[in-house]
């Protein structure tokens, strides 16, 4: 912490722009006006305007830290505290993976299928397909579902802080729903096998919730696992929406049609990968 006070933003920002590129951050100056930003919950335009105001003492230890975090590799939305998601702005933290801006894309694509009824998010984590559901369909219930209590603790602050409706249930798969009771279900499962998870960037692997990724030897266990447990709980007619590894859509595809569901195509997230897998509940047993 320097010696002269009162420190300016521009200061401020100079000084953590140099500490984060020499931590190899690929965007410093980016990224040090956004955690000064959201340490002061305002915006970075603000923040670039105001660059000769004074700056409390306080205030400049904790943007040091903050700093220090990052640099040290610690992901930015979990220096920060906060992470986008379409129209929303959600909490984050170890307790679940970082909301990602190709997963908006499968929740896109579900409305465009379904966007009334009753549907559930299967390893909702920090809540962000549910809430966007809640926000921007006409469903009777949103339902997320999530083994970690951590998760669910996560998602419930991320209700209250958008004053969304949702019900969080603990539970395993689609275990804690009566058959044929669900018009959908997404899901953005773990689909790394444990040789990729291993292989990993640090900033990942080192910080994000390994249940989040890994699936198995072959990245397809819980993909398997979702696509028979859901045609139970699934009406007929009904869809699912997965989120899936490039690498193995082909896959996930033929594992689809094996448990009953029909009509299953691939999709393209922005960047042109496959990435989404939606399907139609069948009408068989």
Do not use: K
Not at 12 to 17: K, N, V
Not at 37 to 43: E, H, M, P, V
Not at 115 to 126: N, R
């Amino acid at each position: 912490m320097p010696s002269e006070f009162p420190a300016t933003p521009r200061e401020l920002l100079a000084r953590a722009t140099i500490r984060l590129r020499q931590a190899g951050v690929q965007d410093p100056r980016r990224e040090a006006v956004r955690i000064l930003a959201d340490l002061r919950g305002t915006s970075p335009g603000a923040v670039l305007s105001g660059q000769e105001q004074s700056v409390e003492p306080a205030e400049v230890v904790a943007y040091d830290r903050l700093i220090a975090r990052r640099a040290a590799g610690e992901p930015l939305a979990y220096v920060t505290g906060l992470a986008g998601f379409r129209q929303l702005t959600l909490h984050a933290d170890r307790r679940a993976l970082i909301p990602r801006p190709e997963t908006e894309g499968l929740v896109a694509l579900l409305l465009e299928r379904c966007s009334g009824g009753v549907v559930a998010d299967i390893g909702t984590g920090s809540g962000c397909i549910a809430l966007s559901l809640a926000e921007e369909g006409r469903f009777q219930s949103v339902v997320g579902v999530d083994q970690s209590a951590g998760a669910l603790a996560l998602a419930r602050e991320n209700a209250a802080l958008t004053g969304l409706r949702v019900d969080l249930v603990r539970g395993d798969l689609t275990s804690a729903f009566a058959g044929e009771c669900l018009d959908a279900v997404i899901s953005n499962p773990p689909y790394l096998a444990q040789a990729e998870y291993d292989s990993l960037d640090s900033s990942v692997r080192d910080w994000e919730p390994a249940s989040a990724l890994v699936s198995g030897d072959d990245g397809l266990r819980a993909t398997r696992l979702l696509l028979a447990d859901a045609f139970r709980a699934v009406r007929a007619g009904g869809w699912i929406g997965l989120e899936v590894d490039s690498n193995r859509a082909g896959e996930s595809v033929r594992l689809a049609l094996a448990s009953g569901w029909e009509a299953a195509e691939i999709l393209d997230d922005l960047y042109g990968r496959e990435r989404y897998m939606l399907a139609r509940r069948s009408n068989g047993l």
